[in-house]
């Protein structure tokens, strides 16, 4: 017999299901948070998951603002980045983070659990915060997820 009675189905652009969906990040620890929404960003919760492919779903963030870190991290815990230039080592915090924009330090996490590649970028551009509990797509009719 030539044939097999199984196949792997892989996805591609055309057979990729995308919803949308909202997580209330309120008094959620972060990393927590973000682990789950780059799982969901990446797909990796349905059954036809293909890792080379966008099959995850469009996620909205809301309450960024109200996000909790556990232990000493809103001081202790750093993010470091270089301006390119010498001696431009620039330091901040999550506290610091929090006070100039809430929704940074979200998507700082979620975007730190997705590929460093192309599909990584691409996956990044499906994820929407807001530092309040409203949002402007409502028009998408998004599906409510609890953690």
Not at 14 to 33: M, N
Not at 40 to 48: E, M
Not at 57 to 77: F, S
Request: charged share 25%; proline share 5%.
């Amino acid at each position: 017999m030539d044939t097999l009675s199984y196949k792997t189905i892989s996805a591609n652009k055309a057979t990729v299901q995308k919803e949308w969906v909202v997580v209330d990040a309120h008094s959620l620890v972060l990393g927590r948070v973000a682990s789950e929404v780059a799982k969901i960003l990446r797909g990796k919760h349905k059954p036809n998951f293909t890792p080379h492919v966008d099959c995850g779903d469009n996620v909205i963030v809301v309450n960024a603002e109200k996000v909790r870190l556990t232990g000493k991290k809103w001081n202790d815990k750093v993010y470091v980045r270089h301006t390119g230039f010498p001696g431009g080592q620039r330091i901040s915090t999550p506290r610091l983070l929090m006070e100039k924009s809430p929704i940074t330090l979200v998507e700082k996490a979620v975007k730190g659990m997705l590929p460093k590649n192309r599909l990584g970028r691409k996956l990044y551009t499906n994820l929407h915060v807001y530092a309040g509990s409203d949002h402007p797509h409502s028009a998408q009719q998004p599906k409510e997820v609890k953690f």
